[in-house]
């Protein structure tokens, strides 16, 4: 079971960190993601980390912007919003599977989602 929360209001340029932990063990094969769905929208991928290692992938839209990163320790992985933009907001999901995937049904465990909203 994943845990998502951190998500709130921001100010265009701002930040958020974004917290998801997951309850038991996370083996070292998965693969930790964030997606996020704006209203009307389909959810669209956002970043993903090894859970192994520290190996990343983001999409293009906030490439330099935001930063995935776990702690193995808290069975947490964290997602940085910086430079917040208006187009941000969405609810943020954090997800869990075993492929290095941008596509969500590839992921077999889900947070309940997190609402981000960026003022302009």
């Known amino acids: 079971q994943l845990q998502a929360s951190g998500g709130g209001l921001a100010q265009a340029g701002g930040s958020l960190r974004l917290s998801c932990t997951a309850s038991?063990?996370?083996?070292?094969?998965?693969?930790m993601a964030w997606f996020r769905q704006a209203p009307g929208k389909e959810r669209e991928f956002v970043a993903l980390?090894?859970?192994?290692?520290?190996?990343?992938l983001y999409a293009d839209s906030v490439k330099g912007r935001f930063t995935i990163s776990r702690d193995t320790a808290e069975n947490t992985v964290y997602l940085q919003l910086n430079s917040l933009r208006p187009e941000d907001t969405a609810v943020y999901y954090c997800?869990?599977?075993?492929?290095?995937?941008?596509?969500?049904?590839?992921?077999?465990?889900w947070g309940q989602g997190t609402l981000v909203t960026v003022s302009s």
């Open positions: 980390t090894r859970w192994s290692r520290d190996s990343t």
């Open positions: 038991g063990r996370i083996f070292s094969s998965a693969v």
């Open positions: 997800a869990r599977g075993i492929q290095w995937a941008r596509q969500p049904n590839e992921y077999f465990s």
